[in-house]
Structures are given as C-alpha cells and as structure tokens.
C-alpha cells in the first residue's frame, strides 16, 4: 500500500523514527497504511487539509458578513470568487491568507444557500516539522500498540477515533485545529 497524496510523512522518515533499519521491508505496507491512517486522523482532528492542493467552485452559504471563512488554509492564490453564478473582481474582496478569511470590501456576502463559489489553491507546499513529528509519533503509537483499541478496521484500511490521540500528537497539532 503506497502512502497517500495528503501523508504527513514519509515511509523512510517513519523507519527512521521507529529505528528500523531501511533494508527491513516485511513492515512497509502496515507502516505505510499507518502512515495514511495518522495523516488521515490528523487532518480530521484538525478539520482541514494540510497538503497544499487546487480547491475548485468550493460551495459555501452567504451569511451576511464581511467574511467568508474559507476551509482550507494557509491560502496560496484566490483562482476566482462567484455569487450567484457571477464573477467578483478582485478589487472586491481581499484575503487573509494565513487563516483562509476572504473580506469582502465595501458590502457583504450576501446571504444564501451555496450561493458563493470560490476556487483556490491552500495548504502547505511542505510539511511544517511539527505537522511531521506529529505524525510519526502517531505512526509510532499505534505501531507499539493494539490497534483494534484505536480504530475500526474497514476494507480501505485502519479509522481511527479522534478520541484515542496521545497527548503528546494532541498538543503538536492543536495550534493547526480549525477553530471556526
């Protein structure tokens, strides 16, 4: 099993974490299941993506605010914003890139259901060292113990609980929870 486009690491970083020397391969395809399943539990219990990416016509509703909060961030480029199937110049609005908040100048969103499309690219294009750490202690915690205590097994691969985080991957990752 090959890890995933959004692993928050990598298989020889993992190795290398877990002290496992890199011409033993008979883990692999576990530790890189575990590798997309703590990356996947990472980024659910953050509420967002991490790997920067193209978001394209992401629907949102207009409440009647100056913002938008957008859900992924840190923002990289604004592609095009739309109400109600009509383009926005972008003199009409400016973004707060580290936290994904459009501002719309001089008016509101106006409010609707999915009546705002905004396409962009956000997220990291590397891995900040903490994300990382995070991670591979993750990887580490569930490889030394019993992963039935910590997950469901479906057929795509191991879920695991948001609830069942250690401490220490709780505290690494808490300055990247969605707080909106």
């Known amino acids: 099993m090959p890890v ?12 290398n974490y877990l002290k496992i020397g890199t011409e033993q391969t008979s883990e692999d395809s576990m530790l890189e299941g575990l590798i997309n399943s703590a990356s996947s539990a990472i980024e659910n219990y953050c509420e967002r993506k991490f790997k920067e990416q193209t978001y394209i016509d992401e629907e949102y509703d207009g409440g009647g605010s100056k913002y938008l909060h957008l859900k992924q961030y840190p923002v990289k480029e604004i592609i095009s914003v739309a109400i109600d ?26 409010e609707g259901d999915i009546n705002i499309l905004v396409s962009y690219i956000a997220g990291f294009s590397e891995i ?22 910590f997950s469901t097994t479906f057929q795509e691969g191991f879920v695991f609980r948001p609830e069942a985080l250690p401490s220490q991957v709780k505290a690494l990752v808490g300055p990247y929870k969605k707080v909106m």
Do not use: Q
């Open 4 to 15: 995933a486009s959004n692993a928050l690491t990598t298989l020889e970083s993992v190795k």
């Open 85 to 110: 199937e009509t383009s926005l110049d972008v003199a009409d609005y400016k973004v707060k890139k580290s936290n994904g908040t459009l501002i719309r100048k001089n008016s509101v969103w106006p």
């Open 128 to 149: 900040p060292n903490d994300l990382e750490l995070a991670c591979k202690h993750l990887v580490m915690s569930y490889f030394k113990s019993d992963i039935a205590s």
